[in-house]
């Protein structure tokens, strides 16, 4: 959880998004991120003290800003009539409507874990009971009072990319099966595996420029021995021209971007290094390189 305060009710009032309970829901095509908030306010007590007879919720407002990159995510305005009178607290939840190019950007800019700020606004109508001289009684509203609060919350990397991503319709690239080893280049194949899970992990961890570099390492173990171990298992020159070709376009165009941005695509380097390329660059790359290793991966030598 993940507390604020607002002021309301004549003081202030403690003000607690529920971040174990947020999630994504609409998919690629209405991508929301709902947020649960929750607001203490002293129930039947207070109202007791500012002689009202009952109080009512008549509208939320919630501004929702991501703290990396100063990203403004979205706004949401709800209409409500919830008598809060006899509750020591009032629970709602925040839809926030937001796009892909906001999503994206937010993985850009995201170092793992995900901080947000939020704004929220709530107006509430405040009743008395009025008596007549006929000696009925009625309950009015008599005012109404706009609240604000705001607090910073964060939501962990892996809720957020095992779960809210995907919800979101920002699912990590797809899978595809791969062989666990290669009888002809054994070792080759093994490295290029393991480059393959580094530049996985560091996709699944929004470090899109470590990606980059692992997928050229995944590559590389191909480029040096394909010509001679893989000729003879490829029955079709055409095919291993083809290959050879996808090979070798893919790694040189790779040399070229990673030879600008060494400096920041070191496998050496410890700290996120984000920034060059963004989401879906990574997302390409890693489509490719794992579709070369599959290819790889499925020639075996002949029995």
Same mark, same amino acid.
């Given at each position: 959880m993940a507390r604020g305060s607002i002021q309301m009710l004549g003081g202030n009032r403690d003000l607690t998004v529920l971040t174990d309970q947020i999630i994504g829901f609409g998919g690629a095509n209405s991508p929301i991120l709902q947020v649960p908030i929750k607001i203490d306010f002293g129930g039947v007590l207070t109202i007791n003290k500012r002689g009202l007879s009952r109080l009512e919720v008549?509208?939320?407002? !919630?501004?929702?800003?991501? *703290?990396?990159?100063?990203?403004?995510?979205?706004?949401?305005?709800?209409?409500? $009539?919830?008598?809060?009178t006899l509750e020591t607290s009032f629970h709602d939840s925040i839809n926030f409507s937001l796009t892909s190019e906001v999503v994206n950007k937010i993985e850009k800019y995201r170092?793992?874990?995900v901080a947000f700020w939020l704004n929220v606004?709530?107006?509430? !109508?405040?009743?008395?009971? *009025?008596?007549?001289?006929?000696?009925?009684?009625g309950s009015f509203m008599?005012? $109404?009072?706009?609240s604000l609060g705001q607090l910073k919350f964060e939501v962990e990397q892996s809720k957020w990319v095992n779960s809210i991503l995907p919800q979101l319709g920002h699912n990590s690239y797809k899978l595809i099966e791969l062989p666990l080893a290669n009888d002809i280049i054994p070792k080759e194949y093994q490295n290029s595996l393991t480059e393959l899970e580094a530049a996985r992990k560091y996709f699944m961890n929004g470090d899109y420029?470590?990606?980059?570099?692992?997928?050229?390492?995944?590559i590389d173990p191909f480029k040096q021995i394909k010509s001679k171990e893989l000729r003879e298992f490829i029955e079709s020159k055409s095919e291993l021209d083809w290959v050879s070709a996808v090979i070798d376009a893919t790694g040189d165009w790779l040399d070229k971007i990673l030879k600008a941005t060494s400096g920041f695509t070191s496998k050496t380097h410890h700290i996120p290094s984000t920034g060059h390329f963004g989401r879906a660059d990574a997302e390409i790359l890693i489509m490719m390189t794992t579709a070369i290793v599959a290819y790889v991966g499925k020639i075996q030598g002949k029995k």
């Open positions: 008549l509208s939320i407002k !919630g501004e929702l800003k991501s *703290i990396e990159g100063e990203i403004h995510c979205s706004e949401s305005y709800t209409i409500l $009539t919830r008598n809060i170092n793992g874990k606004h709530i107006q509430t !109508g405040q009743y008395q009971e *009025i008596s007549f001289q006929d000696g009925n009684t008599t005012g $109404t009072e706009t420029d470590k990606t980059v570099a692992h997928c050229r390492s995944a």
